[in-house]
Structure formats: C-alpha cells, structure tokens
Nanobody, 118 residues
Framework: QVQLVESGGGLVQAGGSLRLSCAAS????????MGWFRQAPGKEREFVAA????????YSQASVKGRFTISRDNAKNTVYLQMNSLKPEDTAVYYC???????????WGQGTQVTVSS
C-alpha cells in the first residue's frame, strides 16, 4: 500500500501561484499513477490532473484550462501540482491519490486546503 502526505496549500490572492507536494511511501512509487483531485464545500470531488509512472500526463482542461502542471520526481517519491493564475473558484481541499494500473484510485492523502481570495 501507499502512504501519501500532502503539503503546500495555503492562502493566496487571485492571480497568484502555489505548488502542492505529495510525498509517497510504502510501495513502489514509480509504478503508481498519481492524481490530484479537489473538493469544494458542498460539491463533488473533482479530478484535476494525473501522471503515470512513465510521465504521461492527463489534465481536466475544463477545470484548470492549462493553468496547472503536474509533475513527479521518482527519486524523491514526490508528485507536484504547480498552480498558476489562481482564481477564487479554485478554492478547495486538494487531495493527491495513487492507483495501480487501471484500477481505481485506492490510496489518498489527507488533503491540503487551498484558498484563493479576491
């Protein structure tokens, strides 16, 4: 199994940037697809981005519109989400998650709060 610990959330003004980090341990990190999700109060959890062990990326363009970038450093067992041009509607708890192959995401971090003020 995989243990995930997130960091990097905080309060930022609209138009600003944040970089979220998620450190993984407990299983072979390089074989896991890593994803970022977010959930605003009263709303469904939303997919943001994902990156495979081989570095293939997938984005929810409808949600992030090219403003976010996902990356990973397998040597550090860490996945990142660079968020630029933040908007108030980006305010949410952001979660990182891991899956093996095509299975559903089974491992989740505790979440980190991102608040974008106007």
């Amino acid at each position: 199994q995989v243990q995930l610990v997130e960091s990097g959330g905080g309060l930022v003004q609209a138009g600003g940037s944040l970089r979220l980090s998620c450190a993984a341990s407990g299983r072979t990190f390089s074989t896991c697809t890593m994803g970022w999700f977010r959930q605003a109060p009263g709303k469904e959890r939303e997919f943001v981005a994902a990156i495979s062990g081989g570095g293939v990326t997938t984005y929810s363009q409808a949600s992030v519109k090219g403003r976010f970038t996902i990356s990973r450093d397998n040597a550090k067992n860490t996945v990142y989400l660079q968020m630029n041009s933040l908007k108030p509607e980006d305010t949410a708890v952001y979660y990182c998650a891991a899956r093996i192959g095509t299975f559903d995401y089974a491992y989740w971090g505790q979440g980190t709060q991102v608040t974008v003020s106007s």
